[in-house]
């Protein structure tokens, strides 16, 4: 016998709200469930597992594009696991730019904060600097280009 769960069931399970469980449904990530006699969504082990392996995607930051391609390649295990590899890559490319930029930023933060000498708000230097949309306050050249 496999196990059944309702959609509170299967959110509490694996931790994803039901309304993103919905959502995931009406994108084609999982498969429409089983129907109650009462028409409520009666899940099994195989939705349990695909969430599982979706919610784990998002925690590892892939986007809903990847997470697409890579639900795709693992239902056709046949398929050329070069692929896998290639998103996988491009996630850690992704990583590596996050990095600098989150480097850069508390950099930008650290000269702020070390500029801060107390005092009023009215002569704050971190206040003067956030105040300047154009940054010209901020010593690194990379801060605020996208």
Known sequence: MSAIWSIGELARETGVKPTTIRWYEQEGWLPPPARTAGGHRAYGVAHLRRLGFIRHARELGFGSEAI????????????????????????????????????????????????????????????ETLADFAHGHCEDPTHGKP
């Open 68 to 127: 697409r391609a890579l639900l795709d390649l693992a239902d056709h295990p046949e398929a050329d696991c070069g692929a896998v590899h290639a998103i996988a890559l491009a996630q850690i490319r992704e990583i590596d730019a996050r990095l600098r930029r989150l480097e850069a930023l508390r950099g930008e933060l650290q000269r702020m904060a070390a500029s801060c000498a107390g005092g009023v708000a009215g002569d704050c230097r971190i206040i």
